[in-house]
């Protein structure tokens, strides 16, 4: 890759791609080295331009976007920023598209083009940049990713005092879908904070649901938190650990962003060394910025067993970084080994009332 970031756009509509273009290339970091209608003319382009990233639109004549994008995967892996709409059936193909392997995803705003783009300019020119540096792993013709569930043994142990919470944002679907399906129906509960806009949250706890062994479920206010559960941060809502007796509940708020996000890991994090204590265990994964990095160090000053995500297996190596750095991870594992490790720990210490 040069200096510059070379881009692709692809997108059925004309002021899309001039939109998209012209904001791009406003930025010195950033050159677009081509636009087109469909993944035919897109498939050439890619051939001859040699980009470092493509934006996808997901609807488009000729053939729609996750089908072009299973072919990238398979014979040119490379860097994919998605753009869709915020529609049910949007979030549905967002969700299909980053299992495929796409590096993030932008929101088209639901009216007013122009303005809504002009908005989203510095998430748009950031994502592109953070892709660009993303790890992409190619895909066989056919290939999935059987769920490790069915396979998943109980850990045996009573888990009721047990919390374990996770934070992820870019290519945190993917990971957080591999330890979801690697966890016993008898694990501890889990609270995850995955960067993800409101409307997203909910489907993409019903594809894990489907899939895992544990229940999973977008999180709601006052809910007790059980084992063999698993409780996903809406969109657009703090998630938080309280304790209440002997239980443990989520409290949902819609206070101001944290570190840039509302959810923030920050803010899960912060509500568990203060609720669980050492009776927590704390797990940073791949995503770009540094939300997370702090509320894991006081989970670990309070004596919570905490793991980050190795370098090799993030597709963005941002946040378990800045988590490492400040020294809040004790260990920093492969993503398929991060579900055996949260078990393990279960086992390896005795719960603190």
């Known amino acids: 890759m040069g200096d510059k970031v070379r881009v692709v756009v692809v997108d059925d509509s004309a002021l899309m791609r001039q939109l998209l273009s012209r904001m791009m290339a406003s930025d010195p970091g950033i050159e677009v080295v081509g636009a087109a209608p469909d993944p035919v003319v897109a498939r050439e382009m890619i051939k001859t331009c040699n980009p470092d990233v493509v934006t996808l639109d997901i609807e488009m004549p000729n053939m729609d976007g996750l089908s072009f994008l299973e072919k990238i995967m398979r014979l040119r892996p490379m860097p994919v920023v998605m753009i869709s709409s915020l529609t049910q059936q949007g979030a549905d193909a967002t969700l299909q ?8 995803w932008v929101a088209k705003p639901k009216v007013d083009l122009q303005s809504g783009l002009l908005e989203k300019q510095a998430e748009i ?3 592109i940049k953070t892709a660009a540096r993303a790890r992409v792993r190619g895909r066989q013709r056919g290939e999935t990713r059987a ?14 005092e047990r919390i374990v919470a996770i934070g992820a944002s870019t290519g945190g679907v993917e990971a957080l879908r591999e330890i979801a399906c690697a966890l016993p129906a008898d694990s501890p509960g889990v609270l995850i904070t995955q960067h993800m806009p409101a409307g997203f949250t909910s489907r993409f706890a019903e594809r894990l649901n489907v899939l895992a062994q544990v229940t999973v479920q977008e999180a709601s206010d006052g809910q007790r938190v059980l084992p063999g559960h698993v409780y996903i941060a ?14 443990y509940l989520c409290r949902l708020s819609d206070g101001p962003p944290v570190s840039g996000h509302r959810p923030s890991i920050d803010v899960l994090f912060r509500s568990v060394a203060k609720n669980a204590g050492a009776n927590a265990i704390g797990v940073i994964l791949t995503g770009m910025g540094k939300d997370g990095a702090v509320g894991l160090k006081e989970m670990r000053s309070v004596g919570a067993s905490t793991i ?4 090799a297996t993030c597709v963005v190596y941002g946040m378990p970084k800045a988590a490492a750095v400040i020294g809040a991870s004790e260990i920093e594992l492969a993503i398929d080994r991060i579900a055996a490790a949260i078990i393990e720990r279960c086992r390896d210490r005795h719960v603190r009332i």
Do not use: C, F, M
Request: hydrophobic letters at 35%; glycine letters at 12%; charged letters at 20%.
């Open 97 to 104: 598209a980053l299992e495929i392997g796409a590096v993030d």
């Open 125 to 127: 020119v950031e994502k």
């Open 147 to 160: 769920p490790a569930a069915a396979s998943a043994p109980k850990s045996g142990y009573a888990s009721t």
């Open 234 to 247: 809406p969109g657009n809502h703090h998630l938080e650990l309280v304790r209440t007796g002997a239980n």
């Open 308 to 311: 980050g995500q190795n370098e």
